[in-house]
């Protein structure tokens, strides 16, 4: 404990050296551009007395600004706002003034309007020299949030208690797989979470298993909608309209939260005063920031890249965040020469935009979302569901067990800490549930192992011919699209639909194309012919192509493929001619590899109307815990086999056990349904949508259906007259709130 206050008060020290610096640095630099003003030392004219002479300044003034400010500012907040704007620029001129009469072995002479601007520039480059030495300082941070609670509370007149029910915050760590988070608690990785899980535990851990399609699309629409139905993989064709669904696309989120509203009758897990930050869907919140499903939406209705504007527009947000992105950028170049140095194997190409990706997931979409939690708990919301999604991105290029990987995971286990700090802060007490929507598996990619893709197989099969090099399968990483709507909305350009064409485009849709098409999520792969209406038939495919189904399942890196059969109806296939109807399936055979539950993961995406002609997952070697990717990626997840298979679920002991008595979790719709015991258990059940996904009047909630303690509808940050990082005008935000509470 001793060591911890000596290292954080040395790397104080070290800032305020540095600031110092910096700031004798711009004086000498601005005596010498501006005539009116000039620095003189006692004895001559030497440089290093007149360095000696800023020195004395910018410190004497940088005190002055410390101590005396503040008062200043208190003693003048009567004073109208435009009036206060120009007295804030006399009085920090008045104070360089009074610091230049400080030095004591010489004087610095400035007339008044330009010792305005001398002191105007000196206070920028201190401020941001600051922010960009506390990038990586997140109890810096967390203090700006300590004073603008300490704030809030003083005017309004709050105890520093907790008051009314509690609100609860699901924080999803996007693909941190159950055994990478007990690797990573042990090895001191993330000394946050192992608190909670430590001797005197206040968390419990619980493992789930995800569906045979182990993506966040199938995850987070069963999470925080209650329904994964016929999400069969990340990306699919749909012969009944021709188009590819992508899970990570607008458009296509955007029909699965229609479509899942519709099968429930229920708005989602977020409809009573509810925040959804960095996710795909909106789970029927209100407040909503980069939400991927309201992207597609055009016009003032769109807040769901609010939060980006929100964030940077505060000027410390930016430079830390800028700084912050620029070293990822360098970490990872340096990461991925050091890797080809050292000859790692498996490993796929990280040059390109890569870097930069990498870092808008690592970087930029996490400390927007935090910092949109930070302001949603200290706005009092009751419910708040947000996706880090930076561990998922690192792991699919550098491997789930990877180093690079293991300091992502310590980087969001402060975030964490951050977000339990500020919560001690808020106007209600908070319950943090931390969970995962699938893991990841490792492996080498289908294509660096055989030296082809599924689709080159697929050809060859059919007859086909088939490229003499071959070419890459598309990543679908859901950082990549992220950061390429956050640019097209930054530029307003409008998000082309997923057939790759703009919108009212001419082009042919996918199912216009007589070539098999072929798909790729994770190890899971889907082929489909498109003209063939309906779901094509065993029978069927091989009259057509005698060849391809005997390719596909002999082939030493599929495990398995399942199609459907006239005469035993859909059955799965195996190497050596295995085949067994679905209705007899068992963890047997040619599942044995794949773990418990793979043959009910099986039968249920068999029910699906959009399951493919074909759909085939990649071997497994359980020995290794190692899969086939169809994509780029040495880290996936997607279909079945090793770790991407086993979420996990992590909640304080105060809530009810996941599942009561013992037993096993499965399945995303079985995981919405314990969030949602675990916020009737904090105040009340969420409000549920009449089918068809429209709120009747008499489902709406009254004011007086609003539990007490602090929750407010309005949303200062998405409506920009906050900052999510907590550096806004108070008063806005409670005029905002206030307007709300009041209508």
Not at 290 to 303: C, E, F
Not at 446 to 461: I, N, P, Q, W
Request: positive net charge; glycine residues 12%.
């Amino acid at each position: 404990m001793l060591k911890g206050r000596w290292r954080t008060t040395g790397r104080a020290l070290l800032r305020v050296i540095i600031v110092w610096v910096v700031s004798s640095l711009t004086m000498l630099l601005l005596a010498g551009i501006l005539p009116d003003f000039q620095l003189r030392s006692g004895n001559g004219e030497s440089i290093t007395r007149t360095a000696v002479t800023a020195a004395w300044g910018a410190g004497a003034f940088g005190l002055l600004s410390a101590l005396v400010w503040p008062l200043l500012v208190r003693a003048v907040l009567l004073v109208p706002a435009l009036v206060l704007g120009l007295l804030v620029f006399f009085l920090n001129g008045s104070l360089l003034l009074i610091a230049l009469r400080l030095i004591p072995d010489g004087r610095g002479v400035a007339n008044p309007e330009t010792a305005v601007v001398v002191a105007a520039v000196m206070s920028a480059v201190a401020s941001a020299t600051s922010t960009a030495l506390a990038v990586g300082d997140d109890a810096a941070y967390g203090r700006r949030f300590s004073r603008l609670a300490g704030r809030r509370r003083r005017r309004s007149g709050e105890d520093a208690g907790h008051g009314g029910l509690p609100g609860t915050v699901f924080l999803q760590l996007d693909g941190v797989g159950h055994q990478v988070l007990l690797d990573a608690v042990a090895d001191g990785v993330m000394p946050h979470v192992a608190g909670w899980l430590g001797e005197w535990p206040t968390h419990r851990l619980t493992p789930w298993r995800t569906d045979w399609s182990s993506q966040t699309g199938a995850s987070q629409l069963g999470i925080l909608h209650g329904s994964s139905h016929d999400v069969p993989a990340f990306r699919w064709y749909e012969k009944d309209t021709g188009r590819i669904m992508v899970s990570n696309r607008p458009a296509s989120a955007v029909e699965l939260q229609r479509r899942a509203i519709e099968r429930t009758g229920d708005g989602g897990l977020l409809t009573l005063d509810g925040a959804s930050r960095g996710n795909l869907f909106s789970g029927g919140a209100d407040q909503l920031a980069l939400v991927l499903s309201m992207a597609a939406r055009r016009g003032k209705a769109n807040r769901s890249r609010a939060g980006y504007f929100a964030y940077f527009s505060d000027p410390a947000n930016a430079v830390r965040t800028v700084v912050s992105f620029v070293a990822d950028v360098g970490r990872e170049i340096g990461q991925s020469t050091r890797a080809r140095l050292r000859g790692d194997r498996p490993r796929v190409s990280r040059g390109g935009l890569y870097p930069f990706i990498r870092a808008f997931a690592t970087v930029v979409e996490r400390d927007v979302v935090v910092a949109s939690v930070l302001g949603d708990m200290l706005a009092g919301r009751t419910t708040v569901y947000a996706d880090l999604v930076a561990y998922d991105e690192v792991a699919h290029h550098s491997g789930p067990h990877s180093r690079d990987a293991a300091r992502v995971l310590e980087r969001l286990d402060r975030s964490v800490g951050l977000i339990a700090r500020v919560a001690e802060l808020a106007p209600r007490t908070y319950r943090i549930v931390l969970l995962s929507d699938h893991g990841q598996s490792p492996g080498e990619t289908f294509r660096s192992a055989y030296g082809l893709t599924l689709k080159d197989l697929v050809r060859a099969g059919c007859g086909l011919p088939v490229p003499r090099r071959a070419g890459r399968t598309k990543s679908g990483a859901e950082a990549r699209d992220a950061a390429r709507h956050a640019v097209l909305g930054a530029l307003h350009r409008p998000e082309p639909d997923d057939t790759g064409e703009q919108p009212g485009g001419t082009g042919e849709k996918p199912g216009q194309d007589r070539e098999p098409i072929v798909l790729a999520s994770g190890n899971l792969g889907l082929i489909s012919f498109p003209e063939v209406p309906g779901r094509m038939s065993r029978e069927q495919i091989e009259r057509r192509h005698p060849a391809l189904l005997r390719t596909l399942a002999n082939h030493p890196g599929i495990g398995f493929l399942l199609v459907r059969s006239e005469e035993h109806g859909s059955v799965v296939l195996g190497p050596h001619g295995v085949e067994v109807p679905i209705a007899e399936l068992g963890d047997e055979g040619p599942l044995a590899a794949m773990g418990p539950g793979a043959a009910d993961a099986v039968r249920r995406t068999d029910s699906f109307p959009h399951v493919a002609d074909i759909m085939v997952n990649s071997m497994y070697d359980p020995a290794t815990g190692r899969v086939h990717a169809f994509e780029e990626q040495i880290g996936s997840h997607g279909g079945l086999g090793g770790e991407q298979s086993r979420a996990f679920l992590l909640s304080p002991l105060v809530l009810s056990a996941p599942v009561p008595g013992g037993g096993e979790l499965v399945g995303a719709e079985r995981v919405h349904g314990v969030l949602r015991r675990w916020l009737r258990e904090g105040g009340g059940p969420q409000v549920p949508l009449a089918r068809g996904g429209r709120t009747t009047a008499e489902q709406r909630p009254t004011e007086g259906a609003y539990p007490a303690g602090g929750v407010r509808t309005a949303d200062p940050i998405a409506e920009g007259t906050c900052s999510v990082e907590g550096t806004c005008s108070v008063e806005a935000a409670r005029t905002a709130e206030g307007e709300t509470n009041s209508a």
